[in-house]
Antibody, heavy 120, light 108 residues
Framework: QVQLQQWGAGLLKPSETLSLTCAVH????????WSWIRQSPGGGLEWIGDMDLSEGTKYNPSFKSRATISVDTSKTQFSLKLSSVTAADTAVYYC??????????????WGQGTLVTVSS | SSELSQDPTVSVALGQTVRITCQGDSFRTYYASWYQQRPGQAPVLVNL???RRPSGIPDRFSGSRSGDTASLTITGAQAEDEAAYHCGSRDTSGHYLVFGGGTKLTVL
């Protein structure tokens, strides 16, 4: 049974860097992409980007200059860093397994979510 | 702003059928995936748009696509179906993933 467990700092000041990590249990990285997604308070979902061991990383153009997704294959963990945060980055952040083998692409396993609040 | 558009709220009487729609040019090429999200919980995949369902999802959840619109139909809505529903797809370039703004379903 695949499980994603995520953690990271929940309170940041403007201009700081958001840092989150997601550990994958019960599955290897191979064969899937691994995404970060966020949800603003009362809002919809927003895909930030993903990592695939063979394809590399892709980012939503809205985040490309600030987001970095990295992977530690030895620990089966992947991470998100988002630089220069503002209040607009206040959201619940999720990690998710992404199946891109055929259309439609989909997210079938999600982390529990981490609320990140940006406030001075 | 999202490339996919959903009605913010939809309601249905208990036991009746409801269709939740998602509009966007992406659907002229790609299918949708659909997620159910209860308050305070992570989204759960309920349909893969070609009317495929993950294991454990009731068959009252069905998906379809026509033109620029993807739909999730719940046949015989139950009280536990009250939740937010999000559609997802690739963007028109095919390179990135996008979501609709979500639809809050109320079961009356």
């Amino acid at each position: 049974q695949v499980q994603l467990q995520q953690w990271g700092a929940g309170l940041l000041k403007p201009s700081e860097t958001l840092s989150l990590t997601c550990a994958v249990h019960g599955e290897s990285f191979s064969g899937y992409s691994w995404s970060w997604i966020r949800q603003s308070p009362g809002g919809g979902l927003e895909w930030i980007g993903d990592m695939d061991l063979s394809e590399g990383t892709k980012y939503n153009p809205s985040f490309k200059s600030r987001a970095t997704i990295s992977v530690d294959t030895s620990k089966t963990q992947f991470s998100l860093k988002l630089s220069s945060v503002t209040a607009a980055d206040t959201a619940v952040y999720y990690c998710a397994r992404t199946d891109t083998t055929m259309d439609p692409y989909f997210f079938d396993h999600w982390g529990q979510g981490t609320l990140v609040t940006v406030s001075s | 702003s999202s490339e996919l558009s959903q009605d913010p709220t939809v309601s249905v009487a208990l036991g009746q059928t409801v269709r939740i729609t998602c509009q966007g040019d992406s659907f002229r090429t790609y299918y949708a995936s659909w997620y159910q999200q209860r308050p305070g919980q992570a989204p759960v995949l309920v349909n893969l748009g070609k009317n495929r369902r993950p294991s454990g999802i009731p068959d009252r959840f069905s998906g379809s696509r026509s033109g620029d619109t993807a739909s999730l139909t719940i046949t015989g809505a139950q009280a536990e179906d009250e939740a937010a529903y999000h559609c997802g797809s690739r963007d028109t370039s095919g390179h990135y993933l996008v979501f609709g703004g979500g639809t809050k379903l109320t079961v009356l």
